[in-house]
Nanobody
Framework: QVQLAESGGGLVQAGGSLRLSCAAS????????MGWFRQAPGKEREFVAA????????YYAESVKGRFTISRDNAKSTVYLQMNSLNPEDTAVYYC???????????????????WGQGTQVTVSS
């Protein structure tokens, strides 16, 4: 059973930084790509960032490009999302997700993901 557990959310002022972590368990972490999504109140869940199984390729939503960085540590079975220059529009519940297919590269659509964490709240005050 694949399990994903996010941590690192919280309240931060505009311009500040947070680092989210997502610890995975239940299978060989290094064979599967990972993604981060977010959902703000009253809005649909949206793609934030993704990273391939080896970490060789990363993908970002335009709204976070240059401010957020996704990375992974396969030895720790953990994926990270470093978020800098946060603004109130980044306020949302952030979810990590992974696919059921090894070596997946189609990582932008939420429908490509089969396992989701419970989410961690990020609130950015102005």
């Amino acid at each position: 059973q694949v399990q994903l557990a996010e941590s690192g959310g919280g309240l931060v002022q505009a311009g500040g930084s947070l680092r989210l972590s997502c610890a995975a368990s239940g299978r060989a972490f290094s064979l599967y790509s990972m993604g981060w999504f977010r959902q703000a109140p009253g809005k649909e869940r949206e793609f934030v960032a993704a990273i391939t199984w080896s970490g060789g390729s990363t993908y970002y939503a335009e709204s976070v490009k240059g401010r957020f960085t996704i990375s992974r540590d396969n030895a720790k079975s953990t994926v990270y999302l470093q978020m800098n220059s946060l603004n109130p529009e980044d306020t949302a519940v952030y979810y990590c997700a992974t696919t059921s297919r090894m070596y997946s590269t189609d990582l932008v659509r939420s429908t490509e993901y089969d396992y989701w964490g419970q989410g961690t709240q990020v609130t950015v005050s102005s």
